[in-house]
C-alpha cells in the first residue's frame, strides 16, 4: 500500500494535546489541615480536589502527569518519523513504519480476524493431546501468554550466568484470587460474561459462545488452584526450584516440559529453573485429564485474548470494556495514538527510547544525579556501618555486598539493535508478531551465556525505577528524571525529598525482606547470622503490623506482607534522603533559608508527599491491594513522613486530636 495514501488518511496529534511540565507546588497544599493529623491532605488536598481522574485513566497522579507528558513527546517523535521520508535513518524509518500501521485504522478493520487465522487452525488441527506442547511452544514463541509463563533471567544461585524459568500462568484475570475469593464474585461473572462476547463476535452461536466461556473458565479455576498468592510469590527462595535438564521426564513426567523446551530452541542446558513445581505437576494432571476440545477452546481464547486490543473496533471495545472499564474503572478508551505510543515503547522501545534521549536527557541531568546518588550512597553505607541490632559479622558483609552495588542513570551505554526485524507500513499485528519473535529468540539465545551488565530491563522514556537483585544495582531511566521527581530550578530540599527519597527507596531493596537474601554478588544465600536474621524480621514485623492496621478503602486493609518491601524501602528512603540533606545544608549553611514561608525540612517532607499525589478509582485500589506490592499513593506519601523520628520537631504540635499511624521504625 503507498505510504502516502496511509499518511493522508491518519489522525494526527493535536497542538492542544501537549501536558504541561507537572512540578512541585505549595499551591497544592490544605493549610487548613493540621499536618500531624493528615499530612497527606495537608500536602495536596488542593491539587486533590482541583484534579479529578480523567474519564480515560484508572488513577491521576504526580507519575501519571508526567507518563503523559513523556507520551506526548514520544508521540510527537513518531508523528515525525511517520511523516517524513527517514530512508537513510533505520531506527526512525522502523518507528515510523511501525506507528503508520498502527494509526491506520481503515486497513485494521478491513482484515477483522484475519491476523489470528493461522493461529486458530493451528489448534483446530490438533488431533491428540500429545501435540499441545508442540502448539503452545509456537504460540509462545509469537508472545501469546498462555497455559504457563517462562523467562530468561541472571541464574538467582550463579548470576555471572543466563538461566532459563518456568512459572506459574495461563490465567485472564490478574491472579489466582480472582478466581476463588468471594470477593471477585461479580468479576467473575463479567469475566465469563466477556469471554462469551468475544467468541460470539469471532463467529459462534450465543450458545456455543456461552458453552466455551464455561470451558475456559473451568480451565483456569484448575490452573489458578494450583497457583501461589501473591505474597508466597515474594520468597525468592521458595521460587527458585532448580532442576536438571536430564530429569525432567523424571520429575515432571506429564508435562512434556522437555519437548516444549526443544521446541522453542533452548539451547544446551544443565538444568532449568521451575519456580512453582506444583503448579507444573497440576498442569501434567490436566493434559491427561481435560479433553482435547476443550483444550482447544481455550488456546483459541488465549489466542483471540491476546489479539483483542489491535485487532478491529468491535473486539477492541470488547476487550476494553472488561479489562479497563470493569475491572479497572476507566471510563473512556484513551486516544489510539496514545495507545500506539504505549504498543511500540512495549515493543521497540529502546529505538524509540533512543531518539527520546537525543532530544529530552542531556548530560547534565546525568551528572546532577550521580552527585545525588553518590551523596545518598555514602549516607546509606554510614548507616549500615552503625546499625546497633547487626553483628559485626554481619555487618561486614553487609559493606562488602553495598561496596559493590552501582547506579545507571538515563540510559543504557548501549541500544538493543533492533535491525533484524522486518517493520512494514501496513501490517499492524505483523509487527507485533515479528517484535515479539524477535525479543523471545534474543532471550532464549543468551541462555547458559554470561550476563550482559549493561541490558537495562526498563525502556528510557519509562516514568519509574528498579533495583535488581541478581546484579545489586538500581536504574533510573530518563523518563522519571523530569519534574516533579527532579526538577533543576528548585532548592535541594525538593529534589531530595523527591528523587532523593526514591533512589534511596531502590538502594535499600538491596537489604529489604527480599533483597537481603541475595549476597554481594547478586546469587541467593543466606550471608545472615540466625541471630542478625531474627533482629530483622521483628522490624519487619513491625512494619507488617503498621500497614496491615491502614484502610485503602473503608473495610479494605492493606495486606503487610504483600506490600513488605516497599513500605521498608518506603521508609528507608525518606531516613536516607533526609540524612543527605542535612549533610547538604551543613556544607553549605547559605541554603538553610525559608522558601515559600516553608524551612528546608519542612520543603524535603512535603516534596515527598507531593511526589504520591493521587486520586485513584475504587476499582483500581480493589485491584492494587490483591496484586501489587506498592502500599497506595496516600499511605506511601503519608506514613514514612509521619514515621520518621524527625517529623514532629518539624511540623510544631497544634490544636486537635492527633493521630498516629505508629511509633518512629527504623530499619535502615
Given at each position: 500500500m503507498d505510504v502516502k495514501e496511509i499518511r493522508d488518511r491518519i489522525e494526527r496529534i493535536g497542538g492542544d494535546e501537549?501536558?504541561?511540565?507537572?512540578?512541585?507546588?505549595?499551591?497544592?497544599?490544605?493549610?487548613?489541615?493540621?499536618?500531624?493529623?493528615?499530612?497527606?491532605?495537608?500536602c495536596n488536598g488542593e491539587w486533590i480536589n482541583s484534579h479529578p481522574i480523567p474519564e480515560d485513566?484508572?488513577?491521576?497522579?504526580?507519575?501519571?502527569?508526567?507518563?503523559?507528558?513523556?507520551?506526548?513527546?514520544?508521540?510527537?517523535?513518531?508523528?515525525?518519523?511517520?511523516?517524513r521520508d527517514h530512508s537513510e535513518d533505520q531506527i526512525r524509518a522502523k518507528v515510523g513504519s511501525f506507528y503508520l500501521s498502527a494509526m491506520d485504522t481503515q486497513r485494521v478493520e478491513s482484515r477483522k480476524f484475519e491476523p489470528v487465522r493461522e493461529f486458530v487452525e493451528l489448534i483446530e488441527a490438533m488431533e491428540?493431546?500429545?501435540?499441545?506442547?508442540?502448539?503452545?511452544?509456537?504460540?509462545?514463541?509469537?508472545?501469546?501468554?498462555?497455559?504457563?509463563?517462562?523467562?530468561?533471567?541472571?541464574?538467582?544461585?550463579?548470576?555471572?550466568?543466563?538461566?532459563y524459568y518456568l512459572q506459574q500462568g495461563g490465567l485472564s484475570l490478574p491472579n489466582r484470587d480472582y478466581y476463588i475469593l468471594d470477593s471477585f464474585e461479580s468479576i467473575r461473572r463479567d469475566y465469563r460474561n466477556h469471554v462469551a462476547n468475544i467468541f460470539a463476535l469471532y463467529g459462534q452461536t450465543k450458545e456455543k459462545a456461552e458453552e466455551s466461556s464455561e470451558t475456559v473458565f473451568g480451565i483456569e479455576l484448575a490452573l489458578a488452584k494450583s497457583s501461589r498468592t501473591p505474597v508466597e510469590l515474594r520468597d525468592p527462595e521458595k521460587n527458585y526450584n532448580r532442576i536438571k535438564f536430564d530429569e525432567l521426564e523424571q520429575t515432571l513426567p506429564k508435562t512434556d516440559?522437555?519437548?516444549?523446551?526443544?521446541?522453542?530452541?533452548?539451547?544446551?542446558?544443565?538444568?532449568?529453573?521451575?519456580?512453582q513445581p506444583e503448579f507444573f505437576e497440576n498442569l501434567g494432571n490436566m493434559l491427561g485429564e481435560v479433553p482435547l476440545s476443550s483444550w482447544k477452546t481455550y488456546l483459541i481464547w488465549k489466542v483471540l485474548n491476546f489479539a483483542s486490543p489491535f485487532l478491529h473496533d468491535d473486539v477492541a471495545k470488547e476487550h476494553f470494556d472488561f479489562f479497563e472499564k470493569k475491572l479497572f474503572g476507566r471510563q473512556k478508551q484513551e486516544k489510539r495514538w496514545k495507545r500506539i505510543v504505549s504498543v511500540i515503547d512495549s515493543e521497540l522501545g529502546e529505538a524509540l527510547g533512543k531518539l527520546y534521549v537525543e532530544q529530552e536527557f542531556g548530560e547534565g541531568s546525568r551528572n546532577r544525579m550521580e552527585v545525588l546518588v553518590n551523596d545518598l550512597k555514602e549516607v546509606f553505607g554510614e548507616k549500615l556501618s552503625k546499625l546497633d541490632w547487626m553483628s559485626e559479622s554481619t555487618k561486614k558483609k553487609a559493606l562488602e555486598k553495598f561496596g559493590k552495588f552501582r547506579a545507571k542513570i538515563g540510559y543504557p551505554t548501549k541500544f538493543i539493535d533492533y535491525s533484524s526485524i522486518k517493520i512494514s507500513s501496513d501490517?499492524?499485528?505483523?509487527?507485533?508478531?515479528?517484535?515479539?519473535?524477535?525479543?523471545?529468540?534474543?532471550?532464549?539465545?543468551?541462555?547458559?551465556?554470561?550476563?550482559?551488565r549493561e541490558l537495562w530491563e526498563m525502556t528510557p522514556p519509562t516514568v519509574n525505577a528498579y533495583f535488581s537483585p541478581t546484579e545489586n544495582e538500581i536504574v533510573f531511566p530518563a523518563g522519571i528524571l523530569q519534574p516533579p521527581f527532579f526538577d533543576p530550578e528548585l532548592d535541594d530540599a525538593v529534589n531530595y525529598g523527591a528523587t532523593g527519597g526514591v533512589i534511596a527507596h531502590e538502594i535499600t531493596h538491596g537489604f529489604d525482606d527480599e533483597g537481603r537474601k541475595y549476597d554481594l554478588n547478586g546469587n541467593l544465600n543466606d550471608w545472615w547470622s540466625t541471630e542478625d536474621a531474627k533482629e530483622f524480621g521483628e522490624r519487619a514485623k513491625s512494619v507488617v503490623n503498621l500497614y496491615s492496621s491502614l484502610e485503602a478503602l473503608p473495610g479494605l486493609h492493606v495486606n503487610g506482607e504483600?506490600?513488605?518491601?516497599?513500605?521498608?524501602?518506603?521508609?528507608?528512603?525518606?531516613?536516607?534522603?533526609?540524612?543527605?540533606?542535612?549533610?547538604?545544608?551543613?556544607?553549605?549553611?547559605?541554603?538553610?533559608?525559608?522558601?515559600?514561608?516553608?524551612?528546608?525540612?519542612?520543603?524535603?517532607?512535603?516534596?515527598?508527599?507531593?511526589?504520591?499525589?493521587?486520586?485513584?478509582?475504587?476499582?483500581?485500589?480493589?485491584?492494587?491491594?490483591?496484586?501489587?506490592?506498592?502500599?497506595?499513593?496516600?499511605?506511601?506519601?503519608?506514613?514514612?513522613?509521619?514515621?520518621?523520628?524527625?517529623?514532629n520537631s518539624h511540623f510544631k504540635e497544634s490544636d486537635g486530636t492527633q493521630k498516629n499511624p505508629g511509633q518512629s521504625i527504623s530499619i535502615w
Open positions: 501537549k501536558p504541561e511540565m507537572p512540578r512541585f507546588s505549595v499551591s497544592y497544599m490544605d493549610l487548613s489541615m493540621n499536618p500531624r493529623i493528615d499530612f497527606y491532605r495537608f485513566k484508572v488513577r491521576w497522579s504526580a507519575f501519571m502527569e508526567l507518563f503523559e507528558r513523556n507520551r506526548y513527546v514520544l508521540g510527537k517523535i513518531l508523528e515525525e518519523c511517520a511523516f491428540d493431546s500429545s501435540e499441545i506442547m508442540t502448539v503452545v511452544s509456537k504460540l509462545h514463541r509469537k508472545g501469546m501468554s498462555l497455559l504457563f509463563s517462562y523467562s530468561s533471567a541472571s541464574d538467582e544461585k550463579n548470576s555471572t550466568t543466563y538461566a516440559i522437555k519437548r516444549y523446551l526443544t521446541n522453542i530452541g533452548l539451547p544446551s542446558v544443565v538444568h532449568v529453573v521451575i519456580r501490517d499492524y499485528f505483523g509487527n507485533i508478531l515479528r517484535c515479539e519473535l524477535f525479543e523471545f529468540e534474543r532471550e532464549i539465545k543468551r541462555v547458559n551465556s554470561p550476563v550482559d504483600l506490600t513488605l518491601g516497599e513500605n521498608i524501602a518506603d521508609l528507608g528512603g525518606i531516613s536516607i534522603a533526609y540524612e543527605a540533606l542535612q549533610r547538604r545544608l551543613q556544607r553549605d549553611p547559605s541554603l538553610r533559608k525559608e522558601v515559600d514561608g516553608l524551612t528546608p525540612e519542612q520543603r524535603f517532607y512535603i516534596a515527598w508527599s507531593q511526589s504520591w499525589r493521587a486520586n485513584t478509582r475504587e476499582e483500581a485500589i480493589k485491584w492494587q491491594v490483591s496484586n501489587d506490592p506498592h502500599s497506595p499513593d496516600n499511605l506511601r506519601g503519608e506514613v514514612p513522613a509521619r514515621v520518621h523520628f524527625a517529623f
